[in-house]
């Protein structure tokens, strides 16, 4: 079976401020107050970066970090924030990462930095992410 590396799915996601989970792990907050989100996402292999917007940034407790320059589908560049850090749970893969923050109620995107992160392809035809066929049950990450 071919998979078509390059497209667009829309799946379920978990997110969770991986600040809190420190803080928990710490016994510095209880365990309801990690918080945490799941959402449905635009999983985007042309995409570079995790976007998420606002209103869900500020949700999840996430600080600003940096600010970067976008540039959009349609050639239109934009100064945007970078926060964290997120934890990112797709089945029983999760890794921690940055976002870039996008306006209010936008579309969340999962890129290819958290595709990679997570050795995962983006199945068109059956509209799913998958691992990859070499790594079935932990990404295979190479450190060449």
């Known amino acids: 079976m071919k998979l078509n590396t390059m497209g667009k799915v829309n799946v379920e996601i978990e997110l969770e401020n991986a600040g809190d989970r420190e803080l ?10 990690i918080r945490s989100a799941k959402i449905r996402i635009l999983a985007d292999s042309g995409a570079v970066m995790l976007v998420l917007p606002q ?10 970090k940096r600010k970067v320059v976008v ?9 945007r924030p970078v926060a964290g850090v997120v ?7 999760s890794t921690e990462d940055n976002c870039v923050v996008g306006p209010p109620n936008s579309t ?13 392809l983006v199945d068109c035809k059956d ?18």
């Open 24 to 33: 928990y792990l710490r016994n510095f907050i209880p365990e309801n107050q």
């Open 55 to 64: 209103d869900l940034v500020e949700e999840l407790g996430l600080r600003e």
């Open 71 to 79: 540039t959009y589908a349609e050639g239109r560049k934009e100064e």
């Open 87 to 93: 934890t990112v749970r797709i089945g029983n893969r």
């Open 108 to 120: 969340p995107l999962l890129g290819q930095v958290i595709l990679e992160k997570l050795d995962l």
């Open 127 to 144: 509209q799913k992410l998958v691992p990859r066929p070499e790594s079935p049950f932990l990404p295979l990450l190479d450190l060449l």
